[in-house]
């Protein structure tokens, strides 16, 4: 967690000691005393003690021991740069884990000038004795505690602990948020489902579902009044039907590429487990909050060196290093070094950690390719055998002189036997068979009208593969969509075909487009033509735009599949329009 706070310095940290000695108390610790202050006669805390440089240690050290296993190390001092660069004040907690330690890095700096900088760091460090430890550690209640008290920041933006209802008066600020070059922590922002109170999806969805976020990320729920607001304004950056998006730092609103770059989790999968969508969903937050470079005051702050003398309970009163005696009492030193053994075998555990950890992530990689190679093999013999039957059957009609119907206004009965199965047939090569087989893509759904579909057979000449092509792409679309729901899709459905996984079907890049031009969009009555069916769950109104299309032959007829991705919401893809090319500026 990386926040900034308008309070002064001292005030920040006196409340940073305050909440972490109050929860020392409510778990059982001893409580820390006073922390140690430079020399009375330098009035300038950002003045170093000339001891602690003579040793080395920048500022003013010391240990602490709280209990069993329990040390607190605190430290203060100037910042790198020079006496006048700023200050730190700095609190590190290590405590007993199951199979390991836990380790609470809290950091206030403040560079002259400047606001004050609060860096809260958890992590859990383990024996590395076999037994693996959750990677996922929790948020701090500290963190908790501490932002409604700091008045925390990102930017000109609070940082708040719980999701916020907004309506559509706050939606611009909301963007202008989103927009902000100085933001670093994601903003997450929440959809409602059509016909479901507000209140209640806030309570018992939204607000279990950001549990992992206080510090990592700011959370909001749309009114269905500011999701319509919010959407027109954001074409390429839309969130609706119960869905949750993760807006990354640097939103361009008028990029339709940027919108692929901000994660959706989808209503379906919120729903089927809400605990582990929290986990996904404060995926790319801690990420972020990791790899980020830290603020030039944060990154100003010394390296935490703690000497030998600087040990002591927290019962005992605080003892300036300068009154050390060489004739120290044998049993302190004996603690001392045994507390640093200690911390040594914790260091050389955690780095015993992080290397099985790499070898587990390698041996997983090594699993997957293993299992796309297997499925890739699988697929090829499928394909194999379905080009054989095709073939077979093929065949079979030019001996017998029947032949497949190209005509009519409904779905053909009777071309193929009951008994067999559908997965095993080739592609069809009429749209009336294509219909009729619509059946075989569990997460499509037709909402159009079937009779433009069903013309392009009196108009797709002999060998122009129009309806094969279709099929291509709705198999594509399928696959996509079964990755898209699980949240694995990688980004939409263009990028799907553009970066293929293995072992899935191709369909051509060039073929799939992601939406219509602008003067489409803008005129009244091509606008209408794409407005499709779509079911009421979707859109209220039971009709949505649908810009995205796959290319399906060309010419001067030129046959459009439209349909609208809603893998985030409904967890399904509607196709509302198979046929000729609706009108544009070509075509007109």
């Known amino acids: 967690m990386t926040v900034t706070t308008a309070l002064p310095h001292a005030e920040a ?152 209802v907004i309506t559509a008066d706050a ?97 379906g999968r919120i729903e089927e487990d809400l605990r582990r969508a929290a986990g996904l969903l404060a995926r790319e937050p801690r990420r972020l909050a990791a790899d980020q470079p830290l603020p030039p005051p944060l990154a100003a702050v010394p390296v935490l060196r703690v000497p030998q003398a600087r040990l002591r309970r927290a019962a005992e009163p605080a003892v300036d290093p300068a009154a050390s005696a060489p004739g120290a009492d044998q049993d302190a030193a004996r ?22 950890e790499l070898e587990q992530v390698r041996r997983t990689l090594r699993l997957e390719r293993r299992e796309r190679r297997e499925r890739g093999q699988v697929r090829e013999g499928r394909d194999g055998r379905d080009a054989r039957e095709g073939r077979i059957r093929s065949g079979a009609r030019a001996l017998t002189g029947r032949h497949c119907s190209t005509s009519g206004s409904g779905p053909a009965a009777g071309q193929y036997s009951a008994a067999q199965p559908s997965g095993r047939r080739g592609k069809p090569e009429t749209f009336t068979e294509l219909m009729a087989r619509l059946g075989e893509f569990p997460l499509l759904s037709f ?51 553009e970066r293929t996984p293995e072992g899935c079907h191709r369909f051509p890049p060039r073929k799939a487009v992601r939406g219509e031009s602008r003067t489409v969009f803008s005129h009244t009555k091509w606008k209408r033509e794409r407005m499709l069916p779509v079911p009421e769950c979707v859109d209220a109104s039971r009709r949505a735009f649908m810009g995205a299309h796959l290319r399906i032959g060309g010419g001067r007829t030129a046959p459009r599949l439209h349909y609208l991705d809603d893998c985030s919401g409904s967890g399904r893809i509607y196709v509302g329009y198979i046929g000729l090319h609706l009108t544009n500026t070509r075509t007109n």
């Open 171 to 267: 939606v611009d600020a909301l963007i202008d948020e989103l927009c902000d070059p100085e933001r670093r922590l994601p903003i997450v922002v929440a959809s409602v489902p059509v016909n479901l109170p507000v209140d209640d999806w806030a309570e018992d969805v939204v607000g279990p579902l950001c549990h992992q976020l206080p510090g990592l990320a700011t959370a909001y729920v749309l009114d269905p009044g500011a999701r319509t607001v919010f959407n027109v304004a954001l074409e390429f950056h839309t969130v609706y039907g119960g869905a949750v998006r993760t807006y990354l730092p640097e939103v361009d609103p008028a990029s339709r590429q940027d919108g692929a770059r901000h994660p959706v989790l989808a209503r």
């Open 335 to 356: 603690a001392e070094l045994a507390a640093l053994a200690h911390e040594e075998q914790q260091d050389r555990a955690e780095q015993q950690a992080r290397a099985d």
């Open 13 to 164: 940290l006196a409340l940073a000691d305050e909440q972490l000695a109050a929860w020392l108390k409510q778990e059982g610790y001893e409580e820390p005393p006073s922390a140690l202050h430079p020399d009375p006669a330098r009035p300038d805390p950002a003045v170093p003690n000339p001891l602690a440089q003579a040793s080395g240690v920048p500022g003013h050290v010391e240990r602490l021991r709280l209990g069993e296993r329990v040390l607190l190390d605190r430290d203060h001092g100037p910042l790198r740069g020079g006496p006048g660069a700023g200050r730190y004040d700095r609190r590190r907690l290590r405590t007993p884990a199951p199979h390991g330690t836990r380790q609470l890095t809290l950091t206030v700096a403040t560079a002259a000038g400047g606001p004050t900088w609060v860096r809260l760091e958890a992590e859990t460090h383990s024996t590395g004795n076999g037994v693996r430890t959750p990677c996922r550690v929790p948020v701090p209640e500290l963190a908790r505690t501490l932002l409604p008290l700091l008045d925390a920041t990102d930017g000109p933006a609070d940082v708040h602990v719980a999701p916020r």
């Open 447 to 497: 909402t159009g009208d079937q009779k433009s579909a069903f013309a392009l057979d009196d108009l797709q000449r002999s060998g122009a593969g129009w309806a094969r092509l279709a099929w291509d792409g709705l198999t594509a679309l399928q696959e996509y969509a079964e990755a898209a729901v699980r949240g694995a899709a990688g980004g939409d459905f263009k990028q799907w075909c």
